[in-house]
Structure formats: C-alpha cells, structure tokens
C-alpha cells in the first residue's frame, strides 16, 4: 500500500497544507519540552480542528473500526433509555430517539456524552443511526476546537520528554530515541506516517 503524502493526510483533517508551514522538532537529550495550545512559541505549528460532525471526532481522535475484531456480532444501541423525573420501575422505562433539539436537557446532555464516548472510542456500529443526528446537533452546540500539534518530523533524544497538552500529535515521521519519552493526554491521538524507537 502506497503512504499517503503529509499533504493528502493533512486533508483528511480538513486542513490546507499550503497554509501550513512545516518544521522539525527537536527535542535535545535530557530536555523536558511542553507543547500547548496557549504556548505563541509554536503558533505555526498548530491549527484548530472544528468538527461538523461525530464521524469527524472518530477520524481524528477515535479509534477506528477497523481495530475491532472482525467477524464479531455487534450489537446496536438502538434507541437509548431516557429516565423520566417521574421514575417508573425498571420495566416502565421509555425507549425513545433524543431528538436533534436547538438545546438539551441536562440529562439528554449525560446520554449524548456517553453515546459520543463509545461511538468515538468504540465501534461505530455500537450505535443506532437514528441517534447520528442529535449527536451532530449537540456537537455544533459545544462550538468544539481541538488543537492539533503539526510538524514535519520529530526527533525525541535520549532521555528527552515531549509533553504534549493538546489533543492530536501530527508529524511524518517520529524517532524516539532509548530512554526517550513523548507523553499525551487521556484520549489523545498520535497521527504520523512512521514512529521508530531507537
């Protein structure tokens, strides 16, 4: 299988390369250096993801289907269990679709997180289609901005610490030397084309 080019992976994010500037990174031996969003010292080196959909949140910072065991049942959702503030017993609970609202209620707000979560980080199919849409809704209502660290190639030296405060980490190529150490948020993502230890 061919590698794609920085440029066409650079697409896959919604991001025009030509309006990027790509350097190395460097991180000496012995050196501890922190990546953040507020940092101006990397203000190229970074972009804003803004996703126009929870299928955009999976490719970038989900896991993707395809990492799941084939052949295996998946089972839906379906529609998901809304408790009503009048709690029936168990067996009185509604299974309904979260409509796609202009707001949410708090406890609409709690399902969709947890139908989000396991959409993004599990297999997609685990989730009905119907609710696809107020996911969207609530997405475009969170006006989300995800940083995203960019660079050509990055080179971690023995010893060194990248800490990186941001949600994806972008680069054609990382080499890691022995001792080395690139350390990442919960539920961040690594995109490079190749990631070597030395």
Do not use: C
């Not at 084939?70 to 839906?76: A, D, E, K, M, R």
């Not at 660290?149 to 022995?178: C, M, P």
């Amino acid at each position: 299988m061919p590698q794609q080019t920085i440029e066409a992976r650079l697409k896959n994010f919604n991001i025009d390369p030509a309006g990027i500037k790509l350097t190395d990174l460097d991180v000496a031996a012995n050196q501890t250096m922190l990546l953040t969003s507020t940092d101006t010292s990397y203000r190229d080196s970074i972009a804003f993801l803004e996703p126009q959909s929870i299928t955009d949140l999976k490719r970038w910072i989900g896991i993707p289907d395809q990492a799941f065991s084939p052949g295996q049942p998946v089972p839906s959702t379906g529609p998901v269990v809304i408790h009503p503030t009048i709690r029936p017993s168990p067996a009185g609970r509604l299974r309904i679709v979260i409509p796609a609202l202009p707001a949410f209620h708090p406890d609409q707000v709690a399902t969709l997180k947890n139908l989000a979560r396991d959409f993004i980080y599990g297999h997609s199919d685990h989730i009905s289609t119907t609710q696809i849409p107020a996911l969207n809704k609530w997405l475009d209502l969170q006006k989300i901005r995800i940083p995203m660290f960019i660079f050509r190639d990055i080179h971690v030296a023995s010893g060194a610490v990248l800490n990186v405060k941001g949600k994806i980490l972008f680069a054609n190529h990382i080499t890691i030397d022995k001792g080395g150490l690139i350390k990442l948020g919960n539920q961040s993502a690594i995109h490079a084309a190749g990631i070597k230890g030395l």
